[in-house]
DNA sequence: ACCTGAACACCGTTCAAGT
DNA sequence: ACCTGAACACCGTTCAAGT
């Protein structure tokens, strides 16, 4: 049974193969993908450099977003680029916990950090605003993505003793939307406290005349 | 060279062998601290169940805070947690990838959810409103945690080329407060929209005379 | 009860050797 | 260039056997 000259490998493979595996499993391993393309584990050092370079690929397929939607006023701007970043993460709560622990180095994830960072200097931000509003949109979408990735126990009813968590989550029909909604209204009190920082940015600009 | 009569190894003594490790080196091996300990490795599955066990009871030595400060207003017994939960994050930034990848099983951990729900519900927050603000300080308190914890390279200062970002952390002058900055924003934040929360909650319990 | 030493079934990674 | 097969240095976990 000759191996056909056409390459069977390839990096998105590799990552795409991985990332299944990690949706439906939780986890993935080198062996595992090697015997999932059929091949054994050696050629695919051929074209990754290891583990934690396959992590970065995936973390690559699933920040490829479709465009960075411009000419909207910042507060939609930054809205949609939180959103999209989160939704990236729902789509694959496996791989939450895998990809927290990694330094990002992906190249594309990077650079959309920077128009996020363009997006609130362009609107007039200060310095200092940029980089404190980065940190908490980046606060944001990371703590909620670990809600969805390894929600905690606490939302799950346990009918051992009544709690004032236990009665809230009983009584407040959210159900699945819980996560989805408490990222909304969070995201929404950060936009806020956006607009807070860019008005006082802008009036002690006009302090100095 | 006999063995002490008394007992060697405890949980507690594994745990903190353990997490002193974790601080040092960003992770820990169970070889290792048996190694530390100066016993082999299987004596150490006489005390804990497993990895697992012995990242649950790490947990549990971080958040070991000291008390329910209790009759304090609300929003200031809100702050307390969300900055003594945070802090004890702090204080082993290494510990909270492997952490974070684990679900909560520590009680104590869980009491502490469960207190915190129980200040909202008491201040009047309807069901609904209790699932969302924890929901929300949750992702506070994870999202804070891991940009402590495995700050983004965005951070660092790379001259490669200019950039929206770069330049702002270079301009805020922030530093290592950056971090610790956006938390407290991050947190006032929030607690205004919980206030808006209760307000309308209150508001609707009076439709109804 | 608490320990030793050895074993088991795995990992991720590397390397000589084949085509 | 791309693959095989085997090896290496590790893991976490278990178990018979000692005191």
């Not at 584990?41 to 074209?47: A, D, E, F, I, K």
């Not at 594309?108 to 200097?121: C, D, F, G």
């Amino acid at each position: 049974m000759p191996r056909p000259s056409q390459p069977i490998l390839s990096r998105d493979l590799i990552f795409r193969t991985a990332l299944a595996k990690l949706d439906r499993t939780g986890g993935f391993t080198i062996p595992e993908i090697a015997h999932k393309l059929g091949v054994s584990v050696s050629p695919l050092y051929h074209h990754v450099k290891g583990r934690a370079d396959i992590l970065e690929g995936i973390r690559g397929l699933m920040a490829d977003w479709d465009a960075t939607t411009t000419d909207l006023p910042w507060q939609e701007a930054v809205a949609a680029w939180a959103r999209n970043y989160r939704d990236s993460f729902a789509k694959h709560p496996a791989a939450i916990p895998a990809l927290v622990a990694q330094t990002i180095t992906e190249q594309s994830v990077l650079n959309q950090y920077e128009s996020l960072a363009a997006i609130l200097s362009d609107a007039g931000f200060s310095s200092r605003s940029v980089v404190l509003s980065v940190s908490m949109i980046d606060a944001l979408c990371l703590g909620s993505a670990l809600d969805l990735g390894a929600p905690s126990t606490i939302w799950q009813r346990s009918d051992e003793h009544r709690s004032a968590l236990q009665n809230a989550v009983d009584n407040a029909t959210l159900g699945d939307d819980r996560a989805e909604q408490a990222f909304q209204l969070h995201l929404s009190l950060i936009i806020a406290g956006l607009t807070d920082l860019l008005s006082s940015d802008l009036e002690s600009e006009t302090t100095v005349p």
